[in-house]
C-alpha cells in the first residue's frame, strides 16, 4: 500500500499562487507515475497534470502554461505549483500514484489516492 497526503490548500484571491505537496509513505513505488486531479462542487473528477518517474509531463489544457507539476523522488514528494489561478480552479485537488511507469490521464491508471486539499479561489 502507498499512503498518500496533501497539503497546501487554501483560499486566494483570482490571480495568485499556491503550492500543493503531496507526501507518499509505505510501499514505494519506484517507477510509477503520479498526478494531480480536481473536483469542483457538482461536477465530476478531473484529471490536471501528470509526471513520470523519468520527469516526463502532461496537463490539461486547461492549466498549461499555469500549473506547474514536479516531484523529488528522493524525498517521495510531488509538488503542483499553481500561479494566475482563476475562480474555475476552485476545488479539491487530489494526488494519485501509478504503479505503471505510463503516464497516466484517467483515474484508472492510479491505484492510490489521497483525501484531498481544498483550493478556492477567490475574485
Known amino acids: 500500500q502507498v499512503q498518500l497526503v496533501e497539503s497546501g490548500g487554501g483560499l486566494v484571491q483570482a490571480g495568485g499562487s499556491l503550492r500543493l505537496s503531496c507526501g507518499a509513505s509505505?510501499?514505494?513505488?519506484?517507477?510509477?507515475?503520479m498526478g494531480w486531479f480536481r473536483q469542483a462542487p457538482g461536477k465530476e473528477r478531473e484529471f490536471v497534470a501528470a509526471?513520470?518517474?523519468?520527469?516526463?509531463?502532461f496537463y490539461a489544457g486547461s492549466v498549461k502554461g499555469r500549473f506547474t507539476i514536479s516531484r523529488d523522488n528522493g524525498k517521495s514528494m510531488m509538488y503542483l505549483q499553481m500561479n494566475s489561478l482563476k475562480p474555475e480552479d476552485t476545488a479539491v485537488y487530489y494526488c494519485?500514484?501509478?504503479?505503471?511507469?505510463?503516464?497516466?490521464?484517467?483515474?484508472?491508471?492510479?491505484?492510490?489516492w489521497g483525501r484531498g486539499t481544498q483550493v478556492i479561489v477567490s475574485s
Open positions: 494519485a500514484a501509478s504503479e505503471l511507469s505510463l503516464l497516466g490521464t484517467q483515474q484508472g491508471d492510479f491505484s492510490f
Open positions: 509505505g510501499r514505494t513505488f519506484s517507477s510509477g507515475s
Open positions: 509526471i513520470s518517474w523519468g520527469i516526463s509531463t
